[in-house]
């Protein structure tokens, strides 16, 4: 069954720590690999995609992501996180040349000032 | 972002109730999508419609009802819930047309619905 799998549910750094937020899938064919974030009291938020082409996609407010196919993974890293980044981040793998996304649980970041 | 628009905000309605959930895109999309997004639990695709014409439903109860009269405005209709229906339901959009763009979704913010 296809999947989607966010093994950190709680992250806490302090200010300019380096982030890694994992994502791994299950899933078979070519995907489409995005990350979404939420902030606070916001909607959803497109931070990057990846569809094809170069593994290390950048994103917006400093972040990146890199797809590593024989390892099923689409991480997401920032050199050093911002209180503005407390927020939920979340995964999302879909078939291409499909409409269906599936999401991971998200992870929530607190990054203490 | 004012791309994609929820209303109401919130809504709390008894069992019996029967209320709508209303999601308009300013983005010019074809493609729009209903999700349930419940505590701890990963974001649930309910139904998608492109180009008016539903494409996907999710095997979501009967008291949950879609309707996408044209490609700027869906409704999810509500009757007849259950207290483990409340959760977040976000509208999102994407172009639906070909190219990388089509598969990018774009959401709203949201309805908090409580049912009591």
């Known amino acids: 069954a296809q999947s989607v799998s966010q093994h950190n549910h709680h992250v806490i750094l302090s200010e300019a720590a380096s982030l890694e937020l994992g994502c791994n899938y299950s899933?078979?064919?070519?995907?489409?690999l995005f990350w979404y974030v939420q902030y606070p009291g916001q909607h959803l938020q497109l931070l990057l995609k990846?569809?094809?082409?170069?593994?290390l996609v950048k994103g917006i407010k400093g972040f990146e992501a890199e797809f590593i196919k024989s390892k099923f993974s689409f991480n997401l890293r920032k050199p050093s996180v911002q209180w503005s980044d407390t927020a939920e981040y979340f995964c999302?793998?879909?078939?291409?040349?499909?409409?269906?996304?599936?999401f991971g649980t998200g992870t929530r970041l607190k990054v203490l000032a | 972002e004012t791309g994609v628009t929820q209303t109401p905000r919130h809504l709390v309605m008894g069992m019996t109730n029967k209320k709508s959930l209303k999601c308009e895109q300013h983005l010019g999309h074809n493609a729009m999508y209903w999700y349930k997004q419940s505590a701890k639990k990963p974001l649930e695709l309910m139904f998608v419609y492109n180009f008016k014409e539903q494409t996907e439903n999710n095997s979501v109860p009967s008291r949950f009802s879609p309707e996408c009269p044209n490609s700027s405005h869906l409704f999810l209709h509500l009757h007849t819930l259950q207290p483990e229906d409340s959760a977040l339901y976000l509208c999102?959009?994407?172009?639906?047309?070909?190219?990388?763009?089509?598969?990018?979704?774009?959401f709203g913010p949201g309805t908090r619905l409580l049912v009591l």
């Open positions: 899933y078979g064919g070519t995907v489409n």
């Open positions: 999302a793998v879909g078939n291409s040349g499909t409409y269906k996304y599936i």
């Open positions: 990846y569809f094809s082409g170069d593994p």
């Open positions: 999102a959009s994407s172009s639906g047309t070909s190219g990388q763009d089509q598969e990018t979704q774009y």
